[in-house]
């Protein structure tokens, strides 16, 4: 895939830069998994599995269109008791490329609105959203980028009682190296915020924040192929992996 990258920019660009953006009249398939554990005490333990399937369209070469549909489960162990949770959710999106990379940073915005989530604290239209900017300048042999996003939910109802649920905030920095055509190694330093969640007027859970480590490898298995895999370690006594794999036709 090309993000209209000059040949002179960089030799080769890194197949997480070239994914950033769906190829023009083309379609892409993606499908991921991802396993995150957190131990929050020596009888506290919480879990969260989950997947996606997404379709993605390159509109114009600067323009992609997009759908996935997404389902997780969770669970909090609290010493011989267990609690579980199921959700599903289907969004849909688009990502502009609203400046190529010349001499300054290329400059990428992503937008992302759900239209349905359904789950063990009910049925839910339109409930959040997602809009995220990623920036990359390439110094070869590496790319560096610097991707920040907002995450927002609206306010829901449990019964009688009104949830409003805290924004996340997220800055990541990361270094993207093409070891060749096929292989790309990448690293970055995630920074989060949550707000404070609450019920009614009462407070259901207290703003926090978190510093992750994430790496991971990107092969090109053929030509209309790419997976990737990466980890991650934060500074909430969490960690997790996922799995991702990208096909185009």
């Given at each position: 895939?090309?993000l209209?990258?000059s040949?002179?920019v960089?030799?080769?660009s890194?197949?997480?830069?070239?994914?950033l953006?769906?190829?023009?009249s083309?379609?892409?398939?993606?499908t991921s998994?991802?396993y995150r554990?957190?131990?929050?005490?020596?009888v506290?333990?919480?879990?969260?599995?989950?997947g996606s399937l997404?379709?993605?369209?390159g509109?114009?070469?600067r323009v992609e269109?997009?759908?996935?549909?997404?389902?997780?489960?969770?669970?909090?162990e609290l010493?011989a008791?267990?609690l579980?949770?199921?959700s599903r959710?289907?969004?849909?999106?688009?990502?502009?490329?609203?400046?190529?990379?010349?001499?300054?940073?290329a400059?990428?915005?992503?937008?992302?609105?759900?239209?349905?989530?359904?789950?063990?604290?009910?049925?839910?239209?339109?409930?959040?959203?997602?809009?995220?900017?990623?920036s990359y300048k390439?110094?070869?042999?590496l790319?560096?980028?610097?991707?920040?996003?907002?995450?927002?939910?609206r306010?829901?109802?449990i019964?009688g009682?009104?949830?409003?649920?805290?924004v996340?905030?997220?800055i990541e920095?990361?270094?993207?190296?093409?070891?060749n055509?096929s292989v790309?190694?990448?690293?970055s330093?995630?920074?989060?915020?949550?707000?404070a969640?609450?019920?009614d007027?009462s407070l259901?859970a207290?703003?926090?924040e978190?510093?992750?480590?994430?790496?991971g490898i990107a092969?090109a298995?053929?030509?209309q192929?790419s997976?990737?895999?990466s980890g991650d370690?934060?500074s909430?006594?969490?960690g997790g992996?996922?799995l991702q794999?990208?096909?185009e036709?």
């Amino acid at each position: 895939m090309s993000l209209c990258l000059s040949p002179n920019v960089v030799a080769q660009s890194p197949i997480t830069i070239e994914q950033l953006l769906a190829k023009p009249s083309t379609w892409q398939i993606s499908t991921s998994l991802a396993y995150r554990a957190r131990s929050m005490s020596a009888v506290q333990q919480e879990r969260q599995s989950g997947g996606s399937l997404g379709l993605r369209y390159g509109l114009t070469p600067r323009v992609e269109l997009n759908a996935r549909v997404q389902e997780w489960q969770s669970s909090l162990e609290l010493g011989a008791m267990e609690l579980r949770q199921h959700s599903r959710s289907f969004s849909v999106g688009g990502n502009w490329l609203v400046k190529p990379e010349s001499s300054l940073p290329a400059v990428l915005i992503e937008a992302r609105g759900e239209l349905y989530r359904d789950g063990s604290d009910g049925r839910h239209s339109a409930p959040g959203g997602l809009l995220a900017l990623t920036s990359y300048k390439s110094i070869d042999p590496l790319v560096l980028s610097l991707a920040t996003a907002v995450t927002l939910q609206r306010d829901y109802r449990i019964g009688g009682a009104v949830v409003s649920p805290g924004v996340t905030w997220r800055i990541e920095p990361g270094v993207n190296f093409a070891v060749n055509s096929s292989v790309t190694l990448f690293g970055s330093v995630a920074l989060e915020r949550s707000n404070a969640s609450y019920v009614d007027d009462s407070l259901l859970a207290a703003s926090q924040e978190r510093i992750g480590l994430r790496g991971g490898i990107a092969l090109a298995l053929a030509q209309q192929h790419s997976l990737f895999i990466s980890g991650d370690l934060a500074s909430d006594r969490s960690g997790g992996m996922s799995l991702q794999w990208f096909y185009e036709f």
